[in-house]
């Protein structure tokens, strides 16, 4: 039996997802931290990081879509669901690892396995029974999430009924900052509220009145409730990649930030 911490990382087809865990296994490797990746994309096809453990050994959606004759959506449900069954495959694969290992999941991008389907839930419960901590990094693209506001509210539903889904601690990641020039325009629309964000858009207003209203509505709602905060990733700059890892390994409580046991907590009252 191993143990140790995780981050599963999700979010929208194309979003950059391969592209972090590739950063973070190196960003890891200068820092003499093992981040290990397990890909858990049936559908992958080539990835630049090192892959430690590949679903494709147990399952690939090729051979699903060719034995079983099932379309591209439909196969990548049916090989979630072959893992899911067989999920001491995964166990004696993540076995092999050291005690307190690394791992990052590098997740499919079909956003109906995390927005309102159990399997990932189901899958990630497992994993955390094995004493892995497990955070969730949804991944955003900059260039699509900050080209409007209305896709900065629709970005932060979906990863908000992902939040709900998968019931994870769970960062956002604004990916391939790299590509946005105005930087001081995005941090400016990372820091607003999302009532100010829609109502200082002339172009949404313009838009049509009726979903202007209902945008302004939903963004009260994630005002109201503090739900979302995303963080800025520019792979091209180390301190970035630096800031990211240091709030997820906060979120999977990593050896550093881990909290004082209750142990030592009893022992401190007890010495008065
Ligand atoms: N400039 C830049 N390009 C990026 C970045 N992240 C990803 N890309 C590009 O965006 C495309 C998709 O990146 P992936 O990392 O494959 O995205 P993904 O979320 O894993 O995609 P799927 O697994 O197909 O859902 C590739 O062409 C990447 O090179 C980034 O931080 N900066
Ligand atoms: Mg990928």
Redesign the pocket.
Known sequence: MSSGFGQLVI?P????????CYYMQEHGGLNRKTVKVCNL?PA?ENFKYTCDIDVRDLISLEDVMEELEYGPNGGLIYCMEYLLENMDWLHDEICEFAEDSYIIF?C??QIELYSHMTIMTQITNKIKSWGYNLCAVF?CDATISMSHSNNFISNSLVSLSTMMQIELPHLNVL??C??IEDKKGMERIMDSDPTQLISNDKEASKFNKKYHGLNSVIANVLEDFSLIRFVS?D?TDEESIERVMNEVDMLVQYKDYALPDDAAYNLQDEEG
Not at 13 to 20: E, P, R, W
């Open positions: 979010g087809a194309g979003s950059g997802k391969s592209t972090y994309d992958a590098d499919p991008g991944c990916t391939k790299d590509l990733l792979v």
